[in-house]
């Protein structure tokens, strides 16, 4: 018996005990960088976020692509968006919380979206931010490929200030890109380009709008498209008057005490349809 304990034998047992003993360790470092939950979000702000995502499709912003964000109620480095789907087909159950890396929280086996880094890195740079919305609006594509700037044609479209900037992805991701937001350093670089404008266009592909709330995001998301076609009729017939800065800025501020008419018309609507 006493020789079990001596020699090789001892060796090997001292060497698997190490073995267990590292593994163990690694556990709780493992349990680590799975990111915290902030707990349950307010079931009113996810019924918002599930009738953004019907809204935007209804309105023609998205199709079976684009998504909509909120940031979590409860912790602002958190974020909800819904799993990678249709977004005329998101309900409360497919929501999953991220955290600002776009880690997953609680995805339980749900695919997440490629392009959720948009919201992430937004999130990081613009503690204002609330809710963001990423679409391929058929409207805005001619002003982000061509270098015309889109720029606010009436009071609706107010918040576009002094003009939309554009996203050029080359620079960061150099000739050969396809074009999507697939990590964090993209979009970190489109935050950039964002900056304090409420709406980024990026060439070749779509834009983004980032706004205080789920409502307010959802009005700019709309009525971007809908400036786009106006200002793209508009040049057709000539050289456009636009809202000059105090204009568009006063504007602004009585339109972001109105979103909830439009909210309610369009949220009735499109929930309808569902």
């Not at 609006?137 to 900037?165: C, E, Q, W, Y």
């Not at 070749?204 to 498209?225: C, D, K, P, W």
Request: charged share 20%; with cysteine; glycine share 6%.
């Amino acid at each position: 018996m006493i020789a079990c304990f001596c020699g090789q034998p001892h060796a090997l047992g001292r060497r698997f005990l190490l073995a267990s003993a590292v593994a163990a360790a690694a556990l709780p470092a493992r349990a680590q960088n799975v990111p915290a939950s902030a707990g349950p979000a307010d079931p009113a702000l996810i019924e918002d976020l599930v009738a953004g995502n019907r809204i935007l499709y209804d309105q023609n912003v998205v199709d079976g692509f684009g998504h909509i964000s909120v940031r979590h109620n409860k912790d602002p480095n958190r974020y909800l968006l819904s799993r990678s789907m249709a977004p005329a087909l998101v309900t409360a159950d497919d929501i999953i919380e991220y955290d600002l890396d776009s880690n997953p929280v609680n995805a339980n086996g749900r695919s997440s979206y490629l392009e959720r880094f948009i919201h992430g890195e937004i999130y990081k740079a613009r503690p204002d931010v609330k809710a963001i919305v990423h679409s391929h609006s058929p409207g805005i594509l001619p002003f982000a490929d061509t270098g015309v700037k889109l720029r606010p044609m009436n009071h609706i479209a107010s918040f576009l200030g002094d003009g939309a900037p554009v996203f050029e992805i080359r620079a960061s991701a150099g000739l050969e890109s396809d074009m999507l937001i697939r990590n964090a350093a993209l979009g970190k670089a489109l935050a950039v380009t964002l900056g304090n404008h409420p709406v980024a266009l990026m060439r070749g592909h779509g834009s983004v709008a980032a706004a205080q709330s789920i409502r307010h995001v959802v009005f700019r998301a709309v009525y971007t498209e809908v400036n786009a076609k106006v200002q793209a009729e508009a040049l057709k017939l000539g050289k456009p008057e636009y809202l000059n800065a105090k204009e568009a800025a006063a504007a602004t501020k009585a339109n972001d005490g109105l979103v909830d008419r439009p909210w309610e018309l369009w949220k009735r609507r499109a929930m309808a349809k569902s």
